[in-house]
């Protein structure tokens, strides 16, 4: 195991090659964010017929699997949908990415960018063009009904010419230098002029940390010493960062300054002979090694405070929804759930399930064509199960009362993972999702507790009420609430307290009434 760990991540966070790219939003996501504008537009007359057209163009990308042509495509769709003409230079800027070997950045060293374009623009270009490149502090997250707020310019990275027509074929790289810029999130963004008219623009979250190369060094070093239930805690930083800067992973899935301090707590903590995490109870996060997928999965527990060795505690398993992490149960909803397991005695446990958009498998039914879907669903089903069984093997955990939920993608992963493992289960939360309903049959003994609001905007309500019908026919223990009005995410945090009441009244042992 101790070799095994170290060479996953070994240098390759240091030395990466030269083809590597940033992840853009996962496709998924987009595809989401596009549907649920279209729901909530209900496009009609002429619009409808750009729609109907565009979404054909759609399904002939996506047969080919022309991903940087579905992106394009999805944009003009959101634009369209929110009354913005779709012009040659939107196109064009829809085009532009900014890309580098490393977004994870040692700014006390040279660092190189270049400007590339994922599809080819329908913008005629007769000469060069032009690109001012920036440093800006991280925007922050947007205020809901108020315009996006330009962040300050940090250093004015220089104006370049000659920049070529055609970035697929030929990118333009900008060597920059990052040494006068203090350790931080940062945005690079670049603006692109023709005759000194903006064409278009593209961006780039970067993180600069100085002596990041020597610090990684120190964390490798001290992981080689450190006992392997501990040494994935360690290297957390330097696998992420890998995968990161690999275009596995977004950087927003990766905090430097947090996950890089605390292996360097757990270093710390091993030189002195000592477990950081014995004894601790609250917030905590936690890694391991997902051994099929040769990388280390972060995961996330609260433990209540009243939690001793003496009584076993019931545990809430929860899957977040598509673009979240394992950081999504205890940061939003109101932080509600966290607090909630603190009131009535729980322990929660929350895992990314492989990647943002990884799904939980595909339950019962056949698994993907795609080899790579495949890959990332098995790998996404295999993490939630095994932080179940890390949690029950570190923790006293009452097995009777063992529970599974989620919202969104967490709430449809939770109607695959249980009929597939249904001795494990006491009872089920599910939050805006569907299912299948023949695989109901198969946890018809497990109580559910089911909401979704009629306004979803991004998974129909159609789904859960379908699901529900199939409940009702096979007798299933189960309490639905159907939201008047109820959008995707706000039914979540108003319906928690009444899904820990159900979880509070059901165990393997207990069968009561349904309540509609």
Known sequence: MKIRILAIVSLCALVPS??????LTSLASVRVGYTTRKNTVKPQGELKAQIDALEAQIAEAARFGRTGDLRRLYAKGIALLAGRPWTDAADYSSSLVLRTTRVVIDSSKPHTVRLEQIHAPSLSLPNAVTAHMTLRKRPAPPTPGQPPVEPPVVKDLGTFDDVARDLRESPYFFDLDLQDVADGPYQLTVDVSNQNERIGGASLAVSLRKGLDDLTVRLETAAKA????????????????KNVNRGRLELRTFDPDKDLAAAEVVAASVKAGKDPFAGRTGDIKRHYLLEAAKEIMPYRTYIPSTYTEAKALPLIVALHGLGGTEDGFFDNYNQTLPALAERHGYILAT????????????????PPADPNVRRTQDFSEQ?????LQRVRQQYKVDDRRIYLMGHSMGAIGTWKIAPKFPEIWAALGLFAGTGVPATLDKVKHIPQFVVHGDADASVSVAGSRAMVAQLK???????????????????VAPNLAAMVEFFNAHSKSTSPQSRQ
Do not use: C, K, N
């Open 18 to 23: 030269a083809a590597l790219s940033q992840a």
């Open 226 to 241: 450190a006992p392997d239930a501990l040494r994935a805690e360690i290297l957390f930083p330097l696998d992420r960062m």
């Open 351 to 366: 895992a990314l399930g492989y990647r943002v958009d990884g799904s939980y498998g595909w339950g019962l039914g056949p």
């Open 383 to 387: 993490d939630v199960m095994q932080v």
């Open 473 to 491: 026919a096979l007798g299933v223990a189960h309490q639905y609430t159907e939201v008047p009005g109820g959008s995707h995410g706000g039914v």
